[in-house]
Structure formats: structure tokens, C-alpha cells
């Protein structure tokens, strides 16, 4: 069951992140051949034939009947209509594989066959550039070998991580949110440059490069955020001063606030689905 090679994988919604997924995919040797993507826009789909030369369609039962592994990729509103249709044509081994914000394993359990086995996962934009975060969450009637199967066909846009789906909403909090709360950073590091006197692109350049650095030191590295920050704050230099404008102005509160309410955000609108 974990062998994905020898399996067909349908996108099902083909906008940012399916499309992002799907080119990760086969871009990480999965044979082109066993992709299906499947739209309601035809030029999504005549530009991913072109680019990745996988099997394209309109025809959802056409695709369910094709794949044995589901990625459900259209806007939370759309999946119940999507599901609908696709109960009709999964059964046995197929493996539903969700990346739908707020909608839960039991609603997607519930709109699909009694044998089908679904996977949620919060991913995140920088699966766009094969640098994604993705939280897999398995459902009531997922195998291991099913789960492990889900992080395969993620794997190659990124960090993939299992967790039970009780995580999810602060998971959305730090990785899903995450990476705007890059951006701003990087928008207000710009903007500080830019007030010092320095030509704007070069203060983004500058921000973007150092958030990278950082980031890559980070993750490639041992060290905590902790030792790290101690490392380059000199006692009495240009990094401590910084830093000591940054806590009288409370900014690890305020992050530490905006991840809970990002939270409790994603709860409140899963509930509201
Ligand atoms: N983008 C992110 O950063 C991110 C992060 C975490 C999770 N997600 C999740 O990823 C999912 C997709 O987001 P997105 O930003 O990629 O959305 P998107 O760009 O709107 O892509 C969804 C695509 O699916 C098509 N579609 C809708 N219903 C369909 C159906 N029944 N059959 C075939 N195609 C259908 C849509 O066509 P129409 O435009 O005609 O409806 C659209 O082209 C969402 O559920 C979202 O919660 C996204």
C-alpha cells in the first residue's frame, strides 16, 4: 500500500496549492502518467498537460474511477459537492486525501463510503516553492500504511509531520498563518531600512535574504532560536539594542497573541462548516 509508485493520484481542484502539490509530485519523480488533475477551468488544465504532461480531465467520475489516492483541493465551500459526486465512484482502497481548510475527517468520513479512508492535512504556501510545511491528521478508519501513504504524495512539496487532527487548529495558527507573519516581518524590516535612508529595493532585499539565512540556519542546524539570537546579540551592540526595543515594545506577546487567535480563528470557522 505504501508503494505510491505504483499508484494513480487525482487532483481534484487544480488552483494554488493543487496545483503546487500536483508539480511538486511529479516533479519528485512521480511517473506523470499516473497524475490526474481535474478542474473547472480548462486552461488550468490544458497549462499543467503542457507543463508536466500528466493526464488531464473535466470529468470527475471519469478521474475517481482512474486514482486510487483523492487529493481534495477546491475551496472548503466546494467540497461537499465535490464529495457528493466522488462517493459514487470511491470504495475499497482508495484513500481521500484533504488539504480543505476547517472541514473535519468525520464530514469528509460522512460524505464518502464506509470503506473509503480519508487523510486531512493543513499545508501552506511555501509548498509553491517546494519549501511547505504540511500537518497530515489520519481519519477514524485510516491505516498506518494509508497515513504514510498521504505523506508520500506530499513529501516532495516540503516538511511533512503526523499529528492527531485535535492539533490542527493551532497548527494553522503557527505553519498555516506562518508564512504572513514572514511577510509582515519582511514588510516592516523594509520599511525600517527605508526610513534609514536606504533605496527600498534594496532594504527587501536585504529583509528577504536575511529571513532565509536565518530560516535556513534554523532548520539545518542544531541550535535553538534561543541560542542563536544569544549568539549574534553582542552585550552593549547594535543586536541588543534592537532586541530591547522589541520587548518594550511587547512584539513576542503580541506574536504569541496572534497565534492564539489564529487558532481559535480556524476552530471558530471550522465549526461554522
Ligand atoms: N492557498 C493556501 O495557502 C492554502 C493553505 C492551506 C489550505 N488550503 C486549502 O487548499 C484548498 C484550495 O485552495 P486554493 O487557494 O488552491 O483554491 P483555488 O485557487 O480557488 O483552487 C480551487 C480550484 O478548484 C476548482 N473547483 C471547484 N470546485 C470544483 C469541482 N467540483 N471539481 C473540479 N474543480 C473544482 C476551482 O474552480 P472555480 O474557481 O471555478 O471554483 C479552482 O480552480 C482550499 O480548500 C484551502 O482551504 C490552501
Do not use: I, W
Not at 477546491?74 to 459537492?81: F, I, L, M, N, R
Amino acid at each position: 500500500m505504501t508503494d505510491l509508485s505504483a499508484r494513480t493520484v487525482a487532483f481534484y481542484g487544480v488552483g494554488a496549492m493543487g496545483s503546487a502539490l500536483l508539480a511538486a509530485l511529479v516533479g519528485g519523480d512521480h511517473p506523470a502518467d499516473q497524475v490526474v488533475a481535474v478542474d473547472a477551468h480548462p486552461p488550468a488544465l490544458d497549462r499543467l498537460r503542457e507543463a508536466y504532461a500528466v493526464r488531464t480531465t473535466s470529468d470527475l467520475a471519469e478521474a475517481a474511477r482512474a486514482a486510487d489516492v483523492h487529493v481534495v483541493a477546491v475551496k472548503p465551500g466546494d467540497v461537499p459537492g465535490l464529495l457528493a459526486t466522488l462517493a459514487e465512484h470511491l470504495g475499497g482502497d482508495d484513500l481521500v486525501v484533504s488539504v480543505a481548510a476547517g472541514v473535519t475527517s468525520q464530514a469528509l468520513e460522512e460524505a464518502l463510503p464506509d470503506d473509503v479512508a480519508v487523510v486531512r492535512v493543513m499545508p501552506n504556501t511555501p509548498a509553491l516553492v517546494g519549501q511547505g510545511m504540511a500537518v497530515v491528521s489520519p481519519g477514524s478508519r485510516c491505516s498506518e500504511e494509508q497515513l504514510e501513504l498521504a505523506q508520500r504524495v506530499l513529501a516532495p512539496s516540503g516538511q511533512v509531520l503526523a499529528l492527531p487532527e485535535k492539533h490542527l487548529d493551532a497548527v494553522t495558527g503557527v505553519s498555516g498563518s506562518g508564512p504572513a507573519y514572514a511577510f509582515y516581518l519582511a514588510e516592516a524590516m523594509t520599511e525600517g531600512g527605508v526610513l534609514q535612508g536606504l533605496p527600498r529595493e534594496v532594504a527587501a532585499t536585504l529583509a528577504a535574504q536575511t529571513l532565509l539565512g536565518a530560516a535556513t540556519m534554523l532548520v539545518e542546524g542544531e541550535d535553538s532560536p534561543s541560542v542563536l539570537r544569544e549568539r549574534v546579540s553582542s552585550p552593549g551592540g547594535t543586536t541588543m539594542a534592537a532586541l530591547a526595543e522589541l520587548d518594550e515594545r511587547a512584539v513576542r506577546a503580541a506574536v504569541v497573541a496572534a497565534v492564539r487567535r489564529a487558532t481559535e480563528r480556524s476552530a471558530e470557522l471550522g465549526r461554522a462548516r
